[in-house]
């Protein structure tokens, strides 16, 4: 449903993704990680069909990302989401319907559904103005659900969240990979991936490192340990050794 084949992506000398790898099938969560300015991002930004990669194919539901037909099947939470302060919750969502061209009647049924699973009826009715973060976020997942997409990616979906609105979102991810959704989420936190994720992609310095279960990462890699420590040897690896091909670590001038 979600594909990076060979996908490169360059900002001048700079080459944030190196010929990447990434499927994501229905009824799938796959959890995305990579220390801070790995490639993330720009990935799931070429997913979504916001950047053109340089080499290589995004595609959603066999279709080329930047194309209408797959951005109807995708449903995006950006890591800064974004709302209009003089719509209300449910104005703005009976925007995002509109839209995306669904039928009204069920894009009605779908809000209803959509505020009481996210715990949003006492301020829907308000000004996006005065929501608070928690709030906010729980109005930007409802907006990434309105149309039914066929696939779902979130970029850090639990920043600012507090524990009950966390909870709440986390048995959306499961609740929508159920239904048959193909769900991509980028997160820092190794703990919520560990505990929902059906496979693990890791990436560094733009390459993916390992794709795969969390049993399959640790017998690839010969590692028993939890995720947080498989995760910080094989970046941390990586990231020795490239200091030290270029030259790093005090340059070998001192032991």
Do not use: W
């Amino acid at each position: 449903m979600i594909e990076l084949r060979g996908v490169v992506k360059r900002f001048g000398a700079k080459c944030a993704v190196d010929r990447v790898n990434l499927e994501v099938r229905p009824g799938e969560l796959f959890a995305f990680l990579g220390p801070n300015g790995a490639g993330k991002t720009t990935s799931i930004k070429m997913i979504c069909g916001l950047l053109t990669p340089n080499e290589g194919e995004a595609r959603v539901g066999g279709m080329p990302s930047s194309s209408p037909a797959a951005r109807r099947l995708l449903g995006y939470v950006p890591d800064q989401p974004y709302l209009y302060d003089k719509l209300t919750g449910r104005e703005f969502l009976r925007f995002l319907v509109e839209m995306h061209d669904f039928d009204p009647a069920r894009g009605e049924a779908k809000i209803e559904e959509l505020v009481a699973t996210f715990e949003m009826g006492d301020f829907i009715d308000e000004l996006c103005e005065s929501y608070s973060q928690g709030m906010k976020q729980r109005v930007v997942f409802a907006s990434a659900l309105v149309h039914e997409p066929k696939a779902l990616v979130v970029d850090e979906p639990l920043v600012g969240l507090d524990p009950r609105s966390a909870r709440i979102v986390k048995d959306m991810f499961l609740a929508q990979a159920r239904a048959g959704c193909a769900v991509l989420m980028s997160t820092h936190l190794l703990s919520i991936a560990e505990e929902l994720a059906d496979r693990i992609g890791i990436i560094d310095r733009g390459r993916m490192l390992a794709v795969g279960g969390l049993a399959e990462l640790r017998e690839e890699l010969q590692h028993s340990g939890p995720l947080e420590d498989l995760f910080l040897k094989l970046t941390g690896e990586r990231r020795i050794e490239s200091s030290l091909s270029s030259g790093g670590l005090n340059n070998g001038t001192r032991p």
